[in-house]
C-alpha cells in the first residue's frame, strides 16, 4: 500500500507517493535527502529526530510521515538556512558543545524550542528542556553552558 | 528497526472508527498520539493489519465544562492538559503530572485517551484518574456506556475496553480548591517512575494512588483515612499491608516499599503546604 503525502518542509511543498510505515523522520532523510535530523533509537527515546511540526516539537520516529499530511515541518536544515538558530549553532561550536554530533540536531531543535518559550532559562531549566536528548560524548555540561550563552547572547 | 507493513486510514467520525474495528477486529489498532503505538510499531512488537487514524475524529477532542462534570475529550494532548484552564481549575491533579511525563515532545503528542487506554502500569494518568475518581467513557455503535476508573484497570495493559469499543472521554467529578500533588522517583526526570503516588485532599477526604507498584495502578483507603486523621507515620505503616510491589531491574519489592514511604512522606508535606 502507498499513499500520497503532500506537505511543506523547511518551507518548500513537497510531495510523495510513499508506504505507510514510513516514519517522518525516514521520510525527511531518505526520500527528501535531509539528513540533518538523525534516527537514532526509532522508540522515541534518544531525541535525535526531535524536528518541529506545525511549530512544536516532536519526535521524527514517533510520527509517520502520512500523518504530517498538510503539517508544516522544519529540520535542522531549514532553521539552518533561515539563521533560526544561528546564535545557538555558534555558541555550540565556541563551548565545544559536540564531539561526534550525532544528538547536536536534535539538541538544536529542543534548546531552540526552549528559548522561544523562555528566552532567559536557568541552568536547571535547561536540563528540563534538553531531557528528552541523549548526547553521549560531553556529559551535558558544554550544551547547557552553550544555550546558557546563546541565551545571553 | 522499521514497522512491518500496515494499512492506513484516516477517520473522521465515530461512525467510521466502529466500521472499521467491525470489519477487521483485533487486526485494526487505533492510532492517536501514537506515542506508545509508534514506538511499539517501530520495534514490531505491534503488528497490525490496518492502522487507523483517529486523530480527526472531532467528537473525542475538546475539554469542557458542564452539569457539573469537567469532560476531557480522549485526544487531548498531554501539553494541552497542562495548559487547559478548565483542567487547572477542576482537576489541578491532572495539570500537576503533566510535566512528569515523558518529555516536551513526547507531551506534544501523546494523548490522554491514548495513556489510559494503554494502561502502562508506570504512567502517571492512569493513577490520576483513579485518585479523582473519574469516569471514563467508552463508545461503540450500541451508544456510550460509563465504566469508573477503579474498575477499568484490570491487569497488566488490560482495560474494560472491548473490541468494539473506542475510549472517548475522561470525566471528573469537579474537584476545585483541592490539594494536590504528583510525587515520583525515577532514575532520571522523564523515565517511566519506579514508584509513583497521585495524592489529592479535599476537606477531610484524602485520595492516594500509586502508580509503577503493580499491574494496576492501586488506592490504599488504610493509608487515606490514616493521612486524613493526620497521621502520617500510621499511614507510612499501613502501606506495608496495601502495596505488594513487584522486585526488577531497580531493586526488591522491599526497596520500592521504602520508596513508596518516602513519596507518601513528601506527599504529606506538599499536600499540608498548600
Known sequence: MKLDLSLTVNGEAVSARIEPRMHLVDFLREVLDLTGSHAGCEHGVCGACSILVNGQMVRGCLMLAVQAEGAEVWTVEGLTETGAIAALQEAFVARNALQCGFCTPGMLVAAATLLKANPTPTREEIREGISGNYCRCTGYHAIIDAIEQAARA | ?274
Open chain 2, 1 to 274: 528497526m522499521k514497522p512491518a507493513p500496515f494499512a492506513y486510514a484516516r477517520a473522521s467520525t465515530l461512525a467510521e472508527v466502529f466500521d472499521a474495528l467491525e470489519t477487521h477486529g483485533d487486526a485494526a489498532r487505533l492510532l492517536a498520539g501514537g506515542q506508545s503505538l509508534v514506538a511499539a510499531l517501530n520495534l514490531r512488537l505491534a503488528s497490525p493489519s490496518l492502522l487507523l487514524d483517529i486523530n480527526g475524529v472531532a467528537a473525542l477532542r475538546g475539554v469542557t465544562f458542564a452539569d457539573g462534570l469537567l469532560r476531557i475529550g480522549a485526544l487531548t494532548r498531554h501539553a494541552e492538559l497542562g495548559a487547559d484552564p478548565l483542567v487547572a481549575l477542576h482537576a489541578p491533579l491532572l495539570a500537576q503530572a503533566v510535566p512528569h511525563i515523558a518529555h516536551a515532545a513526547i507531551r506534544n503528542r501523546g494523548t490522554i485517551g491514548g495513556s489510559l487506554a494503554l494502561a502502562d502500569p508506570a504512567a502517571e494518568l492512569p493513577a490520576c484518574v483513579l485518585a479523582l475518581e473519574a469516569v471514563l467513557v467508552l463508545a461503540s455503535r450500541a451508544g456510550e456506556r460509563r465504566v469508573a476508573a477503579g474498575d477499568f484497570f484490570q491487569g497488566l495493559y488490560r482495560t474494560a475496553l472491548r473490541g468494539d469499543e473506542v475510549l472517548a472521554a475522561v470525566e471528573v467529578p469537579p474537584r476545585a480548591g483541592a490539594s494536590c500533588t504528583v510525587q515520583e522517583l525515577a532514575r532520571r526526570h522523564g523515565d517511566y517512575a519506579i514508584v509513583g503516588l497521585a495524592a489529592q485532599s479535599l476537606g477531610q477526604g484524602v485520595q492516594l494512588a500509586w502508580f509503577g507498584v503493580g499491574a494496576v495502578p492501586l488506592r490504599t483507603p488504610l493509608a487515606e483515612a490514616a493521612l486524613a486523621a493526620g497521621d502520617i507515620a500510621g499511614a507510612q505503616a499501613a502501606l506495608a499491608g496495601e502495596l505488594d510491589p513487584p522486585g526488577d531491574l531497580h531493586g526488591p519489592p522491599a526497596l520500592r516499599l521504602h520508596l513508596a514511604r518516602v513519596l507518601l512522606g513528601r506527599a504529606a508535606a506538599a499536600l499540608k503546604g498548600h
